[in-house]
Every structure is written in C-alpha cells, then in structure tokens.
C-alpha cells in the first residue's frame, strides 16, 4: 500500500514538475522570443538615434555656413542700398573672411560674389583672364533660387581630394549674388565616427549619388549606384519610407539606417547583421543552453529575469517620460525662438497653446489629444523662421509682395514639423489655421469640416489673441470688440461649435485675463566717455520699443544714473580716461546686482580671462555687430524676466 502509495506521489510529483517544466519551457521561449525581439528593436533604434545624431552634427554644421552667409550677405544688401563702394564692399569681405577662418572654421574658405558688375573675393583671389562669374553655377544656382540662400551642387577639388560646396544667395539688387565656400573635411571628421562600435561604416551622398563624404576616402567622389546591391540600396535611401531597412550587401545581411537633412542630402549607417547582431544572439544561445542543463536554473533564471524585464520597464517608463520633459522644454525654447521675431507680441505661442489647451478640454478630448493640440498650439508659428523680422514688425500695411511673405509661413511650418513629431495633427494645426471656415482662407481654401480640427481650434485661438495682444501698429483691442468680433466670424472665419466655447471662455473671464501682459520698460545704462558710441547703440537698440537707453559718460555719472533709474541691464566701455571699466564694475558690484555686458575692441587672453575671473556676464566686441548686440540685449532682459 505504501508502495502504492509512493509510485502515486512519485508520478504526480514528476507529472507536476514535468507540467512545470512544459509550462516553464513554453513561458521561457516567449520570454526569449520577446526579448529577442525587443533587443532587435532596442538596437535598430540605438542604430536610428545614433544616426540621427550624426544627421544633427552635419546639418547644425552646414548650417552655421548658411548662417555666416546669410548675415553677411543682409549686411552687404545694406551697404548696395546705401550705396557704398565696392572697394568698401571688398573691404568688408576681406575682413569678414579672415574672421570666419580664424574664428569660426578654417574650412570655410572664403566669401566671394559678383556685386554691382564686379568680381569681388575676400580671400584675395583673383580670377584668370577670361573668367566670368555670371556663367559660374554658384552664381546661377543662387539667380534660379530667387532670393533665397542655396547650397550649389557639391564637387570633389582633383588637387585635395577635398569635397567643396558653396551657399549662395541673390541680393536684393536682383543681380548680385554672394556666395561662401566651405571644405567638407569637418563633414569628413564626422563621417569617421559612424561605424556603430566599429560594426559598420558611414557615408553621406547628395541627391545626384555623388559620396560627398565616406568612412573609407577612396570612396569619396564617387556616384552610387555602381552595382545592382547599390541601386537597390540608393533606390531605397532617396524613397525613404522607413529609417532604416535591410539588404543584402556584398553577400551579408545588413541593415542600412538613413536620414535626409539639407538640400536633398542623406546621411547613411551601413551596419553589418552578424556583428550587429553578435552579442545578442550569443547571449541568447548560453541562456537557452544553460536552461535545457538544469531545471533549477531555470526557474531562477526565469524569476530573476521577469524581475530585471519589470525593473528595465519601470526605467524605460521613467526614460520616456524624462524624454517627454526634454520635448516639452525643446518645444517651448522653439516656439521662443519664434515670438522673439515679433518684439510685439511676445508670448504669443504661449498663450495660443492655452487657450488652444483650454478648448480642448471643454470639448472632453482625451489627455493624449490635449497635449498634442497644446503642442501644436506652441508650434503654430513655427514657419514664421522663414519671415524676415522686418515684415513681421512692420508698423504700417504690408505690401503684396511682403503678404506674400507672411502668406506662406502656414506651408513652411508644416515642413519644418512633419518629420519633428510622429503625429502629424502638429503639422496640420501648422499648415491650416489661417484657413477660414468658409473657405477663403489659406493656403489651401479648406472650408467647413475638411479643415483638420485641431487647426480650427487654434485658428480660433490665434485670431483671439492677435486681438487681445499689442501689435506693432495698434495696441490690443478691447475684450467686447474681441467678443464681437469673434461672434462675427461665426460660420465664416471660425467653427460655430468652436467659437462657441471661446465666446464661453469670453463670457467667463470677467477681468480680461485672457490678454498680453503689458510690455514692461527696461532701462539700458550705456557707459562710455564717447558720445558718439553711446548714440550707435541708441540707433541700435531703437526698434526694441521695451527700451530705453540711458547715458553716462563717467564714473559719477554711472553712479547718478544707477541711483535715478531701475537699470535693468549695463553696457560698459572697457577703456575710459578717468577709470578702467574692470574697476568701475568692481565699484558697481559692491552695491548693484543688474547684468553687465562689457563693450571693448581687446580681444586678448588676458582681457577675456578677466571678464571670466570678474563674472562679468557677457562682452561685445567693437565694433559693435547691431544684430549681435540687439539679441544679446533682448536675451539678457527676457532672461532676467523669467526668472522673476
């Protein structure tokens, strides 16, 4: 009986571990099947960050050539306007080239152009007989753009084995065009770096296949694709359906990650399967052996790894919501960057967001829903970084020309957002706000419903607060002419529904909150014995309407005007005759706590060593730069403001 008894608990025991052991051994193959997966996943999107980091660095990189050209060719628009020489336009572009070489990037090898009939070259380059600069592509390239700075076609130097481009722009003369050449050796420095731990290589082509810059240099120059593998390769990068796909590359399985940044460029991660794969697999192999061996392991192995798979979502989890943060902030300093444009109507993407937030909520969207519409609220203006400051603070009407301008930044907000955001409501809340609801708006005359919602909610925002805020040729409008107007446009301009609940909003804001702040004055003391400086900054910071310029000329008159005026922020000539301007911010600091931004043409070691060492704030450097000068002023009180 016992007997009998032992074979019973025997064979239930073994039918019970050997159940355990199926069960286990089946939850095991999902567990690793899963984490299989997630790994790929994991890696493929380490392989997607990791390339559009390096995307980031050549763009920023371009970029900043795009910028140096950019200021330099308005600067040169303002001397053609105002009709100075070319011997001083030369001038000019001498001193500006050596600049950028020496302070900026010694692969920017010069700024050049065709200006007023003549060949004019910063570098001091002179062209063989014979040479005309009207038939060279950087000067036609930058003639079909219209206007609008360009980047010319790359090409590879036979002599440096150095892969050279140029940014062009036309000039407001219709007929000039400026133009800045940049080796891409730096883009080259960058490109040896995207090997993914060594388990791949890196290259970067242009729209035509040209390799502009490759891990590999001998490759550098050439035109994709020369084999089927490449074409197929090549076919897939230009179609850019996903970032990034698998292939087959001389005879191994390898996953190629791609991403387009300027001018129809693509930055490209070839990445070898096997060694990409390597550690996975190998790790995967020695869990699956282990646990086949002993059966005890197993069930520690699985608790320790369900364990470590809860502990890696907790942290994923507290990742993205650290990264959501990160979104939010990087959103916010853009749509700052935006209003910053506008000195009038500063806030504006702020104040679009809640009130687009507030709608949202009264209309019972989900959180998910509200927080994209916000987002697109903060975002609405984004295209407005194509528009010139001079449009967008003009005091008077504009003309068709510059309605043009400001017509068309609905379509470049949406380019710019489409690829920023995997929703793409944001890009949409971009591109159709101007619409109206009778379909006379722009950029597309959508009418009724087939505007996209989330754009006649923030159209109903924006249209509010461009009422209730101060513009540069009217101050804010009166809550009841707001409320009229917004119950005007009902069925015209705006979605019944949706006015509807702002005219509530309206109704329910019995202080008229729902308004721009007013715009504080802020006293700027300009401390300098020449007269004649203290004007230029005067002219410089005239069009900031939040500033007032106050002068002194000596230490007592420092002091006095410190004593009679709120001063919110100090510029302080650093050679004066009766007192050092170290020693006068010294005596300043003893009693005063404003920024002091010191003004001094010695740009020596040791003059910068002791701004550091003082904790001086920032320096200008003589001659003054008006554009430099007017956003360090605006950042240093819009600073200051926000921390109060």
């Known amino acids: 009986m016992f007997k009998k008894l032992n074979n ?202 040209l390799v502009v810059a490759h891990l590999d240099e001998n490759e550098k120059g050439k035109i994709y694709p020369e084999n089927d593998e490449q074409r197929i390769m090549v076919d897939n990068i230009i179609k850019g359906d996903n970032e990034h796909f698998s292939i087959s590359l001389d005879g191994k399985q390898s996953t190629v990650f791609s991403k387009q940044i300027v001018d129809d460029w693509y930055v490209v991660i070839v990445a070898d399967n096997t060694k990409l794969l390597m550690e996975l697999r190998k790790q995967l192999l020695i869990c699956i052996l ?47 960057t935006i209003d910053a444009k506008d000195r009038y109507t500063s806030g504006h993407s702020q104040r679009v967001a809640e009130y687009s937030l507030e709608i949202a909520k009264r209309m019972n969207k989900s959180d998910e829903d509200q927080k994209i519409i916000y987002y697109a609220g903060l975002l609405h203006d984004v295209g407005k970084i194509r528009v010139s400051e001079a449009v967008i603070n003009k005091p008077g009407k504009l003309s068709d020309e510059e309605f043009d301008q400001i017509r068309i930044h609905p379509v470049s907000g949406y380019h710019i957002l489409k690829d920023i955001h995997d929703d793409e409501r944001i890009g949409y809340g971009a591109k159709y706000h101007h619409e109206r609801y009778d379909g006379t708006g ?55 529904e ?36 203290i004007k230029m900054v005067e002219r410089i910071l005239k069009d900031i309407t939040s500033i007032n310029v106050v002068r002194a000329t000596n230490k007592e008159e420092t002091f006095e005007a410190l004593e009679n005026n709120d001063i919110s922020v100090i510029l302080l000539d650093l050679k004066m005759p009766d007192i050092d301007g170290f020693e006068l911010f010294k005596l300043i600091r003893e009693k005063y706590s404003m920024p002091v931004v010191l003004m001094t043409a010695d740009r020596s070691n040791e003059t910068v060593q002791m701004i550091s060492e003082l904790g001086i704030d920032d320096y200008l450097t003589k001659p003054l730069n008006p554009f430099i000068t007017r956003e360090m002023v605006y950042g240093i009180i819009k600073s200051k403001r926000d921390d109060l």
């Open 8 to 209: 019973t608990v025997i064979k239930r025991l073994v039918t019970t571990i050997l159940l355990i052991f199926v069960l286990m051994s089946l939850m095991l193959v999902y567990i690793f099947t899963s984490f299989y997966r997630s790994s790929v996943d994991n890696i493929m999107e380490l392989g997607v960050s990791n390339m559009n980091s390096q995307a980031t660095m050549i763009e920023n990189y371009i970029n900043k050539g795009w910028d140096i050209l950019v200021i330099t060719a308005d600067t040169v628009n303002y001397m053609l306007e105002n009709d100075l020489s070319n011997e001083y336009i030369i001038s000019f572009l001498e001193e500006e080239t050596n600049k950028v070489q020496n302070e900026v990037d010694s692969n920017f090898t010069g700024i050049y152009g065709y200006i007023d009939g003549e060949y004019i070259d910063g570098s001091g380059w002179i062209p063989p007989e014979g040479y005309k600069p009207k038939e060279r592509v950087w000067y036609t390239t930058a003639l079909e753009a219209d206007g609008n700075a360009v980047i010319v076609a790359p090409y590879l130097d036979a002599q440096t084995n150095t892969i050279m481009i140029s940014i062009s722009e036309l000039l407001s003369d219709g007929e000039s065009v400026l133009s800045l050449d940049i080796a891409l050796n730096e883009v080259q420095s960058i490109t040896k770096s995207m090997t993914m731990n060594d388990k791949g290589y890196g290259f970067i082509m242009d729209k035509t296949g």
């Open 290 to 336: 282990v646990s086949a061996l002993v059966f005890t392991v197993i069930v520690i192995y699985a608790a320790v790894f369900a364990r470590n798979i809860v502990r890696s979502q907790r942290k994923e989890r507290e990742s993205r919501e650290k990264l959501d943060r990160v979104n939010m902030n990087i959103i916010r300093s853009l749509a700052y």
């Open 442 to 496: 722009y950029p597309n005359g959508l009418a009724g419903k087939n505007i996209p919602e989330i754009a006649r909610i923030i159209g109903v925002a924006d249209a509010y607060d461009a009422m209730a805020s101060n513009r540069s040729y009217r101050k804010a409008l009166s809550q009841d002419i707001v409320r009229s107007e917004i119950e005007k446009g009902k069925g015209r301009q705006f979605d019944p």
């Open 498 to 533: 949706i006015a509807d609940i702002m005219l509530k909003m309206i109704d329910e804001d019995k202080e008229y909150k729902m308004c721009q702040a007013e715009t504080l004055k802020n006293d700027i003391l300009v401390v300098d014995d020449e007269l004649m400086n």
